[in-house]
T-cell receptor, first 111, second 113 residues
Framework: GDSVTQMEGPVTLSEEAFLTINCTYT??????LFWYVQYPGEGLQLLLK?????DKGSNKGFEATYRKETTSFHLEKGSVQVSDSAVYFC??????????FGTGTSLTVIP | KAGVTQTPRYLIKTRGQQVTLSCSPI?????VSWYQQTPGQGLQFLFE???????NKGNFPGRFSGRQFSNSRSEMNVSTLELGDSALYLC????????????FGPGTRLTVT
């Protein structure tokens, strides 16, 4: 069945460091891919998405490219801030509208 | 447009009791999904409702049930509560468009003592 595997955390970075959180997926057909972010005490918020191969999703300095050949959707940011500290979830949806989430990666950015 | 709302935000119940949680989706969204989030198990899918019908179901015991009303509002019920049911319960809604994102509510924090 469909599934998402993402990099285990926690990840701790210094402010202005480069961030990569790896995400790979298993799915039939052509899923849509997402990154969600969860701040403490809140629900999940959509960060970015890509709906077809080679699409690049971007938002708030974060980017991820849908790579069908490597079945990956890695999240990157060139310079993280303390306010980026949160838990990040990779997810996919396919036909049938069911979503599959990764286990989440906790990011802490220290000043 | 108002976001997904969940009530109540916090609940404390005793083992053996039952609980009902409510979710109001974004206006126009007909798909509602429920998730359980715990530190140990992460985000686990409970079920999805569309047009008052359960369309997808996760791997949870029958104590967990749900329903959806004609206005797309949804409720989930947990009977005979166990300590392990303590979790953040998240509701998400989406448009019935393949590939569309889900929008999450703030969650209901359930504590079972």
């Amino acid at each position: 069945g469909d599934s998402v595997t993402q990099m285990e955390g926690p990840v701790t970075l210094s402010e202005e460091a480069f961030l990569t959180i790896n995400c790979t997926y298993t799915a039939t057909g052509y899923p849509s891919l997402f990154w969600y972010v969860q701040y403490p005490g809140e629900g999940l918020q959509l960060l970015l998405k890509a709906t077809k191969a080679d699409d690049k999703g971007s938002n708030k300095g974060f980017e991820a490219t849908y790579r069908k050949e490597t079945t990956s959707f890695h999240l990157e940011k060139g310079s993280v801030q303390v306010s980026d500290s949160a838990v990040y979830f990779c997810a996919l949806t396919n036909t049938g509208n069911q979503f599959y989430f990764g286990t989440g990666t906790s990011l802490t950015v220290i000043p | 447009k108002a976001g997904v709302t969940q009530t109540p935000r916090y609940l404390i119940k005793t083992r053996g009791q039952q609980v009902t949680l409510s979710c109001s989706p974004i206006s126009g969204h007909r798909s509602v999904s429920w998730y359980q989030q715990t530190p140990g198990q992460g985000l686990q899918f409970l079920f999805e409702y569309f047009s008052e019908t359960q369309r997808n179901k996760g791997n949870f015991p029958g104590r967990f049930s749900g329903r959806q009303f004609s206005n797309s509002r949804s409720e989930m019920n947990v009977s005979t509560l166990e300590l392990g049911d303590s979790a953040l319960y998240l509701c998400a809604s989406s448009l019935e468009v393949v590939g569309n994102e889900q929008y999450f509510g703030p969650g209901t924090r359930l504590t079972v003592t």
